[in-house]
T-cell receptor, first 113, second 114 residues
């Protein structure tokens, strides 16, 4: 079983749709959960960051972590063509692991005007 | 303030050749990492460093070497290039501050081995 599983998609939605992206993981030692956005031929950029279980909202983006189910989600409301990118979930055990990140495979999202 | 700078951006190597991928940061971060990204496979950790003079293997270190003589630079060396090393390579840094796990990535080096 892979440590982090993410449906690679691709996912294609119309502009204005609500997008749901998900990852599951197997290692209960993960404490910090992140979503990175990667535009084509660019490096990943941090989009959302959550420590332990709970929700975090930032504008049109909401990140959810359910540690009991080992499940994390990213919701995008009112999706825009500029949201078209690959979304990578990532997680780390923190300082004890020297902040090494374990990534999902990434989901390619296309938002159509 | 350039952040994380990787050179070159693109490179084509012949099988058996060697090269060094350069990574420089001006963020004064102690932690530096090299990842490779293959299509549809996410990012896998090759090597990392927690400070000058200290390096350690990641998930996929075979065929690579690193050194860290300064805080700013973390070069990745390929000694005998193989087609399996065709990939996009990303260098990343992290501050190591308590509770701050954000990693900052360079723009990547796209390497093709033929």
């Amino acid at each position: 079983q892979k440590e982090v599983e993410q449906d690679p998609g691709p996912l294609s939605v119309p502009e204005g749709a609500i997008v749901s992206l998900n990852c599951t993981y197997s290692n209960s030692a993960f404490q910090y959960f992140m979503w990175y956005r990667q535009y084509s031929r660019k490096g990943p950029e941090l989009l959302m960051y959550t420590y332990s279980s709970g929700n975090k909202e930032d504008g049109r983006f909401t990140a959810q972590v359910d540690k009991s189910s080992k499940y994390i989600s990213l919701f995008i409301r009112d999706s825009q063509p500029s949201d078209s990118a690959t979304y990578l979930c990532a997680m780390t055990k923190g300082r004890v692991s020297n902040y090494k990140l374990t990534f999902g495979k990434g989901t390619l999202l296309t938002v159509n005007p | 303030n350039a952040g994380v700078t990787q050179t070159p951006k693109f490179r084509i190597l012949k099988i058996g050749q060697s090269m060094t991928l350069q990574c420089a940061q001006d963020m004064n971060h102690n932690y530096m990492y090299w990842y490779r990204q293959d299509p549809g496979m996410g990012l896998k950790l090759i090597y990392y460093s927690v400070g000058a003079g200290i390096t350690d293997k990641g998930e996929v270190p075979n065929g690579y070497n690193v050194s860290r003589s300064t805080t700013e630079d973390f070069p990745l060396r390929l000694e005998l290039a193989a087609p399996s090393q065709t990939s996009v390579y990303f260098c990343a840094t992290a501050s190591g501050q308590v509770g701050n796990t954000e990693a900052f990535f360079g723009q990547g080096t796209r390497l093709t081995v033929v």
